[in-house]
């Protein structure tokens, strides 16, 4: 069982808005920063947004992430087929270790 | 161009001891801390393990503590995921993965290709 929480999956059609959530505790998103991963079948992880809204070189501004509380969430605007993949949270805990989301699959329908 | 070329893996029994490398290239590797992050078959992402860029410090999952070790060598931009007294559940591909920052500001700039680890009799 993941430590962080977010939806199996989720779905949406081409051009409209998605959001998926994910949910920590006081000793993870609470106190630390949120990154959120792409990973398509069979390729490794890439990340995708990190310290809660900032993005990476050569990724979309249609990526948007926010963290509240202890609970971040992805945005993905103007859905494209491409972006069908799984998306991971990821964020430090006062553990000294890291915890991930379950993952979310995105199905563009 | 950051590479992180992955070698190790493969079959092994349970109660075995494999030991996973990753080279790295393209960045400065002394700066960067290091993380190994595991996939079981069909599964989500698991943090493994982390090691400071210094290598003075490293921590790990607590399925994993005891039996895995993470270390490095910066004179030759690698490093390595030392793992014993393996498990049919430790089962997995294995990514490293650098990390800017620990800490609160954590993340996985970039990932190696993975390596597959079969635990099995």
């Known amino acids: 069982q993941s430590v962080l929480t977010q939806p199996p999956s989720v779905s949406a059609a081409p051009g409209q808005k998605v959001t998926i959530s994910c949910s920590g505790s006081?000793?993870?998103?609470?106190?630390?920063?949120v990154s959120w991963y792409q990973q398509f079948p069979k390729t490794a992880p890439k990340l995708l947004i990190y310290e809660d809204s900032k993005r990476p070189p050569g990724i979309p501004d249609r990526f948007s992430g926010s963290r509240s509380g202890t609970s971040a969430a992805l945005d993905i605007t103007g859905l494209q087929t491409e972006d069908e993949a799984d998306y991971y949270c990821?964020?430090?805990?006062?553990?000294?270790?890291?915890?991930f989301g379950g993952g979310t699959k995105l199905t563009v329908l | 161009e950051v590479q992180l070329l992955q070698s190790g893996g493969g079959l092994v029994q349970p109660g075995g001891s494999m030991r996973l490398s990753c080279s790295a290239s393209g960045f400065a590797f002394s700066n960067y801390a290091m993380t190994w992050v595991r996939q079981a078959p069909g599964k989500g992402l698991e943090w493994v393990s982390i090691i400071t860029a210094s290598g003075l410090s490293t921590y790990s999952a607590d399925s994993v503590r005891g039996r895995f070790t993470i270390s490095r060598d910066n004179s030759k931009n690698t490093t390595h995921l030392q793992l014993n007294a393996l498990r049919v559940e430790d089962t997995a591909i294995y990514y490293c993965?650098?990390?800017?920052?620990?800490?609160?500001?954590?993340?996985?700039?970039?990932w190696g290709l993975g390596t597959l680890v079969t635990v099995s009799s």
């Open positions: 006081s000793s993870n998103i609470a106190k630390n920063y």
């Open positions: 990821a964020s430090w805990d006062t553990s000294f270790s890291v915890r």
């Open positions: 993965a650098t990390s800017p920052v620990t800490g609160s500001r954590y993340r996985n700039d970039f």
